[in-house]
C-alpha cells in the first residue's frame, strides 16, 4: 500500500506536542470515528514512533504505517477496526 496515496477521513495534528498527549488526542479521535474509516496522525515526539504504531495494532484497529515527512514530522495512519 502506498501511503501517500491513503485519503484519511480525518487528520489529526499532534505536532509539538508530547507524550503523552499524541496518544492521548488519538485514543479520542478514534473514539468518535466509524469502523473502517482511516485517521492521519500528524506528529514530531519522536516516542510517538512506537507509542502509535502499538496502540494502532490493538483493540480490533489497524496500523497501516508511518511516512517521514520533508519538513520535519511523521505522518502516522491507522484504519479504526
Keep these: ?29 478514534l473514539k468518535g470515528m466509524a469502523a473502517g474509516q482511516i485517521l492521519e496522525i500528524l506528529g514530531t515526539d519522536p516516542g510517538s514512533k512506537n507509542d502509535i504504531p502499538d496502540f494502532g495494532n490493538k483493540g480490533g484497529n489497524e496500523f497501516l504505517g508511518l511516512v517521514d515527512h520533508p519538513d520535519g514530522y511523521t505522518r502516522y495512519f491507522i484504519r479504526k477496526g
Excluded: R
Design 1 to 29: 500500500m502506498d501511503l501517500n496515496s491513503i485519503k484519511p477521513d480525518q487528520v489529526l495534528d499532534a505536532k509539538g506536542l508530547t507524550c503523552p498527549m499524541p496518544m492521548l488526542k488519538t485514543k479520542k479521535t
